[in-house]
């Protein structure tokens, strides 16, 4: 047993609206640069629906993830060493400008500086890639809401792989909102694929970060990616992906999409996992399996031969306790009701998800049946297997056997709970018939509906003795041991390419440092920019308001212009004492 600490967040889709506040806050925190307008680390997708970008689950184009070769073996897709050093200078695999969409604004100085005239003018929209009058056809969210239309659904990856009579039918489907953000696999394919070895996974937390030092710009993180997360600036040339928000994490916050989520859907913590399962549990030989082999990786950190392996292998005890309270291992081993993404892309993805129940409470609803009813729920999770089957290869490749539980789970706590709120008593029956104790129901109905912030968010902050390795590691892909699979090491192409000694990655105080400087990226009529993530709370943040000496200053610098002739009468040159004042 290797065990290794990874934080971890679950999504409740039954819980999101769509408002794309996380998206927005995302933006404005980490992708609000020169470089990288089409970016976003986060997004929210319509499902059914194209995605961002377009079809990004379409591997059989894009190459992205895990494969098993003819021996068993893990392999990537888009090809190992070899192939990707023969195509290191022209990689084909990669999404077009197109595929994520065209960035744009408006020319607002037509409305601002318009002089009077009959017909209202209008800001027509310009692409901040060429700065020339465009029209849009595409965004990040062009197909918002539109996951029950012919137009864009049908374009959808998963639901061409299901089977005629349901796609005759999609007119009768249902649609929900999926975020998403980088997945921090446990087994990163970005990595792997980067022969520069500028991807690591950070060993105290499991977050994958880009070294922009070592990156030379090859861009085979964006094709070896499989949920197209990693992105290339194109004025840095350097790759650029979602962070999780480690200067936060490491002071114990959430990252800033589950801090302002309005649904309050996100639940951020810790789990333990043997790294010595993940070449296991990733080469498992049928995709259906994967699921389970994933969930066999994390460990029970109430197990006391985990506890004493965590603290062996280093990992602070207050973290162990962390584990514990993990409302991300409560949904994946106690209740089991929290599933991967993409389990068949081999990447071992940390963040899960609870698939949505509402599209089979909303149509038992149209049927003017109790949609509450736990019956009438069991028998739609049966007879409704459009939605059913679709999830299922979104989240279990394709198996609906775990979906079809993780549905009756969410329906029985629904009717059970209704009771209860109704003052009727409750029948045990419900929670025994999904194979849930009265108590557990319970619990699991309070971290899904009534969960406060600190039952939603348990993350342990850094410790000092770790600020080194935190600083300064840089790890590698999982599986990049000798003849492994992995891409890093030296080489020609490799992490000596370009001569990069190793650097420390960007820290809290070097990040205020370089967010608050006057650079190319920052606005131009400002001297600093202020980031309030940086602020404590305590005091206001630099730059947020003038010094308080500035109207001393002002009145002094009124003084000198004054009296710019230098004679001490304070008159300025030119003006006479009778002439007039402008």
Known sequence: MRPMAQMAMVMNLDKCIGCHTCSVTCKQAWTNRTGVEYVWFNNVETRPGQGYPRRY?????????????????LTLKAGGRLKKLVSIFSNPNLPSLDDYYQPWTYDYETLTDAPLQEHTPVARPKSLITGKDMKISWSANWDDDLGGSAQHGEKDVLLGEISERIRLEFEQTF???????????????????CPSGAIYKRTEDGIVLVDQ????????????????????????GKAEKCTFCFP????????????????????????????????????????????????RVLLDPD???????????????????????SPVHALINTYRVALPLHPEY????????????????????????????????????????????????LFTAGDPAPVDTVLRKLAAMRAYMRDINLGRAPDPAIPRAVGMEEEQMYDMY?????????????IPPAHAEQAHDLEESVTECSLDYEGGPGMGGSGPFGETSGGAAP?????????????????????????????????????????LFPPADADADADADADADADADGDGDGKGEGKGEGEPKP
Not at 175 to 185: D, G, S, T
Not at 222 to 236: A, D, E, Q, S, W
Not at 275 to 288: I, W
């Open 446 to 458: 309070r971290l899904l509906a009534l969960a406060k912030y600190d039952e939603r968010y348990v």
């Open 248 to 295: 936060r994490v490491e002071v114990g916050l959430p990252t800033v999409c589950s801090e302002t989520c309005v649904g309050r859907l996100r639940y951020i913590g810790l789990v333990l996992y043997d790294a010595d399962r993940v070449l296991e549990a990733a080469t498992t030989p049928d995709d259906t399996d994967l699921y389970e082999a994933q969930r």
């Open 303 to 325: 197990d006391p031969r985990v506890a004493d392996a965590c603290e062996r292998a280093g990992i602070p005890r207050d973290w162990i306790e962390a584990a514990r309270r």
């Open 503 to 543: 650097v420390a990655v960007e820290t809290y105080r070097s990040l205020r440092e370089r967010q608050t400087s006057d650079t190319p990226a920052a606005p131009v009529d400002k001297d600093t920019r202020v980031n309030l993530l940086n602020w404590d709370g305590k005091g206001s943040p630099s730059g």
């Open 57 to 73: 689950e379409d591997q059989d184009t894009w190459q992205g993830g895990w494969t098993l070769n003819r021996r068993g073996r």
């Open 346 to 393: 081999r990447t071992l993805p940390m963040v899960w998800y609870i698939p949505p129940l509402s599209p089979v409470v909303d149509a038992v609803r149209d049927t003017g049946h109790d949609a509450e009813d736990h019956r009438n729920l069991f028998a739609a999770v049966d007879a409704l297997r459009i939605p059913v089957d679709y999830l299922a290869r």
């Open 213 to 236: 030092d070592r990156c030379r710009g090859w861009r085979m993180c964006v094709t070896g990616c499989p949920y197209k997360k990693v992105y290339f600036n194109h004025r840095t």
């Open 175 to 193: 649609m929900f909102y999926l975020p998403r953000i980088c997945e921090h696999c446990l087994n990163p394919s970005c990595a792997a694929s």
